[in-house]
């Protein structure tokens, strides 16, 4: 039987191939991948080739928002079982080191991550990983929706570092799937008051439809004078959004810096500490899949109104690229055993 992959042979380059088929070894499963969601960072590195310290060095598999069906376990497998529909956790930590025991396991120095150099990622039809790195998901959910649990965890782990309680009035920077998927997480919490800003139209009317009020960007004045915001949730990594960001906080306010800037970004630290402001970074996230389950399973975040397109594993290069040419997009899915 064959093992279909989209492996990336080279920067800008994509080869469907047959790879070996899994095996799982003790508490392993092997999951066959029915959806996997296209993130900043799998065409990050399809078109530049590293992102940050993390460079490919040879051929990879891209793809790490994935869910599927298990169809083999391994010895020792007690959390899953054949036939389980599951959402799946892509960082493998070493679960020994001063991090992971202390419930930090996303920060394992050793951690093994889908798509980041040297590992591949899921863009491939049958997968063996961890089965605690699998949570089975209702009947009721997609395999889509399962798979957006990992852009969700995102959102609620960003809503976990501001410290977000409810009544707060939000502001999310970046109305792409994570600054989305955040704010629906802020509204589920208790937010009083959550309002997206974006230079996109697309993306500001896919976030009124989900009943957000929104700014253009650049419409609305920040500096001194201007703070209507308990908590900042930065989710664009574009130039000075989280500098303008934090002005529009008041006293004591919480900031989360999601997106990813592509270079060091300057603060006016010496006149916002009269403030008191606070800022967390998010790296990934913990503990956060019981919480993404049962946010989409009950209703309270719409994962599926970010997916706008989807295409088989033989279209990957063009799934990878959406964003650059197809401005009315936000979440690409692939479907590997379509």
């Known amino acids: 039987m064959t093992n279909l992959a989209a492996v990336m042979t080279e920067i800008g380059r994509i080869d469907v191939r047959d790879v070996p088929d899994p095996v799982p070894g003790a508490r392993e499963a092997v999951v066959r991948i029915e959806a996997v969601g296209v993130c900043g960072s799998d065409t990050a590195y399809f078109t530049a080739g590293r992102i940050g310290d993390w460079v490919v060095e040879g051929p990879m598999i891209l793809g790490h928002e994935t869910a599927g069906e298990v169809i083999a376990v391994g010895p020792d497998v007690t959390r899953v079982r054949v036939g389980d529909r599951v959402a799946i956790e892509p960082g493998t930590p070493c679960r020994d080191c001063e991090d992971c025991r202390a419930g930090r396991y996303h920060l394992c120095r050793d951690l093994a991550f889908l798509a980041t150099p040297p590992y591949d990622g899921a863009l491939v039809q049958r997968l063996a990983i961890d089965e605690r790195n699998l949570f089975p998901v209702p009947d009721t959910m997609s395999f889509e929706e399962a798979a957006m649990c990992e852009p969700l965890s995102v ?12 009544g707060d ?3 999310v920077t970046g109305a792409g799937p994570v600054g989305i998927l955040a704010a629906q997480v802020a509204r589920a919490l208790g937010a009083a008051d959550v309002v997206l800003s974006d230079v996109s139209d ?8 989900l ?3 929104t700014e253009r960007v650049g419409d609305v004045p920040d500096g001194p004078g201007h703070e209507d915001a308990d908590v900042l949730l930065e989710c664009s990594g574009a130039p000075g959004a989280l500098a303008s960001g934090l002005w529009r906080l008041r006293n004591g306010g919480r900031a989360a810096m999601v997106g990813l800037p592509k270079h060091d970004v300057e603060l006016p630290l010496s006149r916002l500490n009269v403030k008191e402001v606070r800022l967390s970074l998010v790296h990934r996230y913990a503990h956060t899949w019981p919480t993404a389950i049962a946010l989409i399973s009950s209703g ?11 295409f088989p594993l033989a279209e990957t290069a063009t799934a990878l690229t959406l964003g650059s040419h197809t401005p009315d997009s936000l979440k690409a899915i692939i479907l590997p055993a379509a």
């Open 155 to 166: 959102g609620i782990w960003a809503c976990r570092r501001a410290e977000l309680a409810p």
């Open 300 to 310: 309270r975040v719409d994962a599926a109104s970010i997916v706008t397109h989807r």
């Open 211 to 213: 009943g957000f009020a």
């Open 202 to 209: 697309f993306r500001l009317e896919v976030a009124r439809r």
């Open 169 to 171: 009035r939000v502001r």
